[in-house]
């Protein structure tokens, strides 16, 4: 998936960029470093930002590019922050024989938000993610990690008012 | 003294629905009514049968709660652990011989009945978090009898000689593996065992499962396999998607470490081996091996040419084995239990069993565990319980985007690798996901192609390119464009790509399409020729109508249709307009008389 560049400001603080450092520090001798400091780095901020990227590049002289290039890769890594709601639609394949297609283009309706992308106010993101596992209850999906499942795409209206 | 022993599944299934919250509020329960001596809650791995969970089983008895609820506990605490009278509303029942429902413990099922578990053999049996369980159930005496009674060489000769086979998809036969990493570079300085638990087939759970129900079974062989091979660093790669296999993965390997059962000298034999863990980060082509070790390495999971094949030259550059969740949790038992136990299952071919997500339009969606040469029909409707609802069996698709479907003429087929392969399918990792009348086979080859364009690291162009184009013909046919030449250039792109590709990402990416063509190119001549999806699933070939009959003209469609389509008077039968009609499925939604159809 082609991902987009935030257009949210960077609202790093002190002590996220203390973690960061630290981080870097720990895994300085991992053979293999940029995976595991990524990973960490979105642990500390939410997202990866291009201001956080210029710090790793910085600490461990990767080049930006290869950075960049590896946080585009993996579907994992997120350039945008998540919404205060951060909804994710599971489009794994039981789910969407099970017709969560249909509850994702529900959500996008409903929201104005696409997926992938997160509203303007922060306040919303939608994500069509893969398998979460819990395909005895197919489809599902989950909003700040609640699981909702067994859906149909007029329950949508009902459980999203509870986020408002 | 305990008498009695509750077993709660905390699989991610069963998590989901609540599992640990029942778990906490039943221990508190517990303790509330002074059982807390007789009384003992066990978290174990998934059970399987997830379309019934959350799952609790109750020992000595073996009764089984399913589908239980957080305001079910205090019950069960008050009625059954308390005055021993089970609570009959959420026991488990099946139907027995007689045509009546009987309470039936988990092993007396119909689901588990043809089951025979080996790889899964722990999984919701013992508690993944506690070692000494996995130990009092034979763990680690497969390691224990390699390094004290078996030289390499019989480990490997052992494991070639049960003809077990990579369960990741491809086959390949694991001892094989083994001895080429083993003899082709002998004087390497370092070797590397790998597992793959990147799971990436949507719809599949069989790896995480094992590694959340019995992690260490895969940490004992991983150091069995670098005993053979002669590695003495492991590395598990796994899906961060997977909290609840990572954070039990960590536990079993701190624990391990603390017996000695991993690191500097195993068993005081001087046998050194250590594990790490690295998580893989959401992209479905870390899968294939050489992807996998580029991203071990910190890169972007390309692939690499290959030869030099990882037994020469795997991670950091160094000879490597790389083998799947399932092919690993299958070896201590091989150890253990012999050749001539592991032969006696399976077919000419394929030996042992095999497990599979079962998932899709199936009454017991779950992980079930068969021998090899088990039929699809078997597994379907006897493990599985059939399609809901009454409907009728369209196609299974197994082996995800890489795999094919397997239409009612083939159910009879024995499963095993060459069968598969020849039925147009594919063994794959083992999701299996069922299919009824109304799935639009056109819309699951596209559901799949969109899945592997999207997953294409792009670094050749057969893949990157190929599946692209592949993608908007479909999408033209599916927009109601396609014509029958679209068809023929959709299967000859098909081919180009699986034999152009540099992975087995791209190699295998066409087909799903090839294989719905093949079976069931009824359904693309129908979009392409009368633009009508018969399954009624692709939006553009529809066409809402409404029933004459059916109509009691309340004109409630027509004053929420947003593009004003529908026409009428008050309880007059109305009309839709198609030149207008943007085929939302609101007036159907709306409808109370049943009266709108889409066809």
């Known amino acids: 998936m082609k991902k987009k560049l935030t257009s949210v400001t960077f609202r790093g603080t002190p002590e996220q960029e203390a973690a960061l450092l630290a981080v870097i520090e720990k895994h300085r001798d991992t053979p293999g470093l940029l995976m595991p400091i990524l990973q960490d780095a979105q642990e500390i901020y939410g997202y990866l930002p291009v201001e956080v990227m210029q710090i790793i590049a910085k600490e461990t002289g990767h080049p930006i590019e290869e ?31 099970k017709g969560s297609g249909e509850i994702l283009d529900k959500i996008v309706e409903i929201l104005g938000v696409s997926a992938g992308d997160t509203s303007a106010d922060g306040k919303y993101s ?38 408002q | 003294m305990v008498r009695t022993h509750v077993l709660i599944c905390g699989g991610t299934g069963c998590t989901s629905s609540k599992s ?50 957080v305001e079910d506990v205090a019950e069960i605490v008050e009625e059954h652990f308390l005055k021993g009278r089970p609570v009959e509303r959420i026991v488990y029942h099946d139907k027995g011989d007689d045509d009546v429902h009987h309470a039936t413990s988990l092993s007396e099922t119909a689901f588990y009945k043809k089951q025979k578990r080996v790889a899964l053999r722990n999984c919701g049996v013992i508690n993944p978090e506690n070692i000494d369980e996995y130990i009092a159930n034979d763990g680690y005496q497969a390691l224990g009898k390699v390094l004290t009674e078996m030289t390499p060489e019989q480990v490997i000769d052992t494991v070639l000689a049960s003809g077990l086979r990579g369960r990741g998809g491809a086959g390949f036969p694991t001892g094989r593996k083994w001895s080429l ?62 909290p609840i296999a990572i954070k039990r993965l960590e536990i079993a390997i701190a624990q391990a470490k603390e017996y000695g059962l991993l690191g500097d000298n195993i068993f005081g034999t001087g046998f050194k081996f250590d594990l790490k863990l690295r998580f893989g980060a959401g992209a ?87 021998p090899m040469g088990t039929t699809l029909r078997e597994v379907i409707y006897d493990i599985g319980g059939g399609i809901p609802n009454g409907k009728k069996f369209k ?26 392969m020849a039925i147009g399918s594919m063994m794959g990792s083992g999701g299996l996901i069922v299919m009824d009348e109304d799935s639009c086979m056109v819309d699951i080859a596209r559901f799949f192609l969109e899945f592997t364009v999207d997953e294409s690291c792009g670094k050749c162009t057969p893949c990157r390119v190929g599946t692209k184009r592949m993608l908007e013909i479909l999408d033209k046919i599916i927009a109601g464009n396609g014509t029958l030449e679209d068809i023929d250039k959709l299967e000859e792109l098909a081919n180009y790509i699986k034999s152009a590709s540099l992975c087995g990402l791209g190699q295998t990416a066409p087909n799903p399409v090839l ?85």
């Open chain 1, 67 to 97: 950075i960049f290039g590896v946080a585009s890769f993996y579907s994992q890594f997120s350039l945008n922050p998540k919404g205060e709601v951060a909804i994710a639609v599971c489009l794994g394949t039981a789910c969407y024989v």
């Open chain 1, 126 to 163: 939608v994500d069509a993610t893969r398998c979460i596992g819990a395909c005895g209850l197919a489809p599902v999906l989950t909003i700040n990690n609640e699981v909702y499942g067994r859906l149909t795409a007029a329950d949508m209206a009902g459980i999203l008012k509870q986020y």
């Open chain 2, 20 to 69: 640990e919250e029942i778990m906490k509020v039943m221990e508190a329960e517990i303790d509330a009514k002074g059982l807390s001596e007789e009384v003992k809650v066990v978290k174990t791995g998934c059970f399987g049968l997830c379309a019934l969970g959350p799952i609790m089983i109750v020992y000595p008895e073996g009764t089984f709660y399913h589908s239980v609820k």
């Open chain 2, 181 to 242: 990493a083993r003899t082709l570079v002998p004087d390497a300085d370092q070797k590397y065992v790998c597992c793959n638990a990147d799971e990436g087939d949507p719809g599949a759970f069989m790896d995480r499962s094992i590694l959340e129900g019995d992690p260490h079974a895969v940490i004992e062989a991983m150091a069995i396999a670098g005993y053979a091979i002669g590695a003495t660093q492991g590395y598990i790669y796994v899906r961060a998607e997977y």
């Open chain 2, 284 to 370: 479905f082509v870390c899968g294939e091996e050489t992807a996998l070790m580029t991203s071990i390495e910190g890169n972007r999971g390309e692939p690499r040419p290959r030869p030099p094949f990882p037994a020469v030259k795997g991670l950091f550059g160094k000879p490597t084995i790389l083998n799947n969740v399932e092919t690993y949790a299958n070896i201590p038992q091989i150890i253990l239990k012999g050749v001539d136990w592991f032969t006696s299952m399976g077919t000419e071919t394929s030996k042992g069993t095999k497990v599979f997500a079962l998932g899709g339009k199936i009454q017991n969606t779950g992980l079930v565990e068969v």
């Open chain 2, 395 to 420: 196609a299974a698709q197994t082996g995800g985007p890489s795999g094919g479907c397997i239409t009612p003429e083939n159910l009879d087929v024995p499963i095993d690798f060459e069968n598969l």
């Open chain 2, 515 to 599: 294989s719905t063509l093949r079976y069931l190119r009824d359904e693309y001549i129908a979009q392409v020729v009368d633009k009508k999806c018969p399954a009624g699933v692709c939006k553009n070939l529809l066409q809402y109508k409404i029933i004459e009959d059916k109509c009691k003209g309340c004109t409630l469609c027509s004053r929420k249709c947003p593009v004003g389509a529908i026409s009428g008077t008050v309880k007059n039968p109305h009309v839709i307009d198609p030149a207008k009609c943007v085929k939302c499925g609101v007036c159907m939604s709306t409808c109370k008389f049943g009266a709108i159809i889409k066809e």
